[in-house]
């Protein structure tokens, strides 16, 4: 294990642990040594119950690739220079020097990634019980209410059926988002146009929608454009 500047970095945050190691999930476990060359569409899952190797399609990352990050823990900031958040298992992986490792979130309050040149900021919040303790992706929509963006990564097991010869063969990564109008008093969960009425005029609501030929609020880039509108 390449050691450069991680002695710095285990006594700021005294939660970093060799990725060589395994992570284990209820359905799932996989092994990370692999992950030196990334986690990409192909990566072997190994079931604990049988020994039978499954090709995944997708991916557990926000982005497959590096950007410059900062941690941002209760008395201070720690860049990282290159790093990714693996959004199935909530963890920060990161690259020293050409060695991989990874980075727990238990005293991390909050972080940051750039994304086509963005800065996109992850939190906690408390009250929202469905995902206690997760990081969402959190984007102002004025100075009294945030919309809080969970996108949660679902593993789906193949469905081949040798004896009928149907079904897919690989397993599958898929993503799910769920969102969250939030202020200092309330978190709303996101589901209907009528939710959105809990911060904006009902009026103003309807023209919004009206004016985007009442797209699909489950759609984040429809959602994004109606809460642009009530701005």
Known sequence: ??????????????????????????????????????F????????????????????????????SMVLSLKNKQIPIEKGRFNIYDERIEMVISEGLYEVSLSEVESFSLKKNGESLVFKRHESIADFENRFFQVSSINDEVDLYIKTEIIYKKPTYNEKLAKGDKNGKLLRKNSYYLVSQEKAQPVKKKSDLTVFFEKKSVNQAWAALDYCELKDMECLQKLLDRLK
């Not at 945050?13 to 395994?22: F, G, R, S």
């Not at 399609?57 to 982005?63: L, M, V, W």
């Open 40 to 67: 990409t569409a192909g990566e072997v899952f190994k079931t604990p119950s049988k020994n039978t190797k499954i090709e995944i399609e997708g991916s557990p990352y926000f982005d497959e690739d590096y950007s």
């Open 1 to 38: 294990m390449n050691r450069i500047n991680l002695c710095t970095l285990l006594v700021s945050l005294m939660i970093m642990v060799d990725l060589l190691a395994e992570v284990h999930d209820n359905n799932v476990h996989y092994s990370l040594e692999n992950m030196q060359n990334g």
